[in-house]
C-alpha cells in the first residue's frame, strides 16, 4: 500500500511526525511463507489452522534532514523503542494500528535530502 503524505497522519508513541522529505509512505508485508494461516495436522487427523507469525509489515517514511520529528525518530532507534504506529488515512477515514512496532533502520546518504525511517511491526490491527 502506497499512502501520499498529504492524506495521511502518522504517530509514533503518541507524537504524530511532520517534515516528510517524499511524497509517499509505503507499507508492505514481507514473510517467507506468505499464507496467513498454517494448517496443523494432530496425531488422531484432527486439524485446526494457527496465524502465521514469520510474516511482518514494513512502514517506510522520508523525512527531510531539518525535520523536527527525524531526531526523535532516530533516538528511538538507538534506544530500541517497541510502541505503537498508527496510520490514518484522512481521505477515508481509516486507521491501521500496527503494535509491537519498532524502528527497524534509519537511512541516510551523504549530503541527501532526505532521511529514511523504516518501522517493522509483527501485527496490523490486532491481528
Given at each position: 500500500m502506497t499512502y501520499n503524505v498529504k492524506n495521511v497522519e502518522l504517530v509514533w508513541r503518541g507524537l504524530t511526525l511532520t517534515g516528510f522529505g517524499s511524497q509517499k509512505v509505503?507499507?508492505?508485508?514481507?514473510?517467507?511463507?506468505?499464507?496467513?494461516?498454517?494448517?496443523?495436522?494432530?496425531?488422531?487427523?484432527?486439524?485446526?489452522?494457527?496465524?502465521?507469525?514469520?510474516?511482518?509489515?514494513?512502514?517506510?517514511?522520508?523525512?527531510?534532514?531539518?525535520?523536527?520529528?527525524?531526531?526523535?525518530?532516530?533516538?528511538?532507534?538507538?534506544?530500541?523503542f517497541e510502541d505503537t504506529l498508527i496510520v490514518r488515512d484522512l481521505n477515508t477515514g481509516t486507521t491501521d494500528i500496527f503494535t509491537c512496532c519498532m524502528i527497524y533502520a534509519t537511512g541516510k546518504k551523504k549530503d541527501s535530502d532526505e532521511r529514511t525511517v523504516t518501522w517493522i511491526a509483527a501485527k496490523r490491527n490486532g491481528r
Amino acid at each position: 500500500m502506497t499512502y501520499n503524505v498529504k492524506n495521511v497522519e502518522l504517530v509514533w508513541r503518541g507524537l504524530t511526525l511532520t517534515g516528510f522529505g517524499s511524497q509517499k509512505v509505503e507499507i508492505t508485508q514481507s514473510g517467507e511463507d506468505m499464507a496467513s494461516s498454517n494448517l496443523l495436522y494432530g496425531i488422531f487427523g484432527e486439524c485446526f489452522s494457527i496465524p502465521n507469525n514469520r510474516r511482518g509489515w514494513f512502514i517506510t517514511a522520508a523525512f527531510h534532514p531539518l525535520s523536527l520529528s527525524y531526531p526523535i525518530l532516530e533516538q528511538d532507534n538507538l534506544y530500541n523503542f517497541e510502541d505503537t504506529l498508527i496510520v490514518r488515512d484522512l481521505n477515508t477515514g481509516t486507521t491501521d494500528i500496527f503494535t509491537c512496532c519498532m524502528i527497524y533502520a534509519t537511512g541516510k546518504k551523504k549530503d541527501s535530502d532526505e532521511r529514511t525511517v523504516t518501522w517493522i511491526a509483527a501485527k496490523r490491527n490486532g491481528r
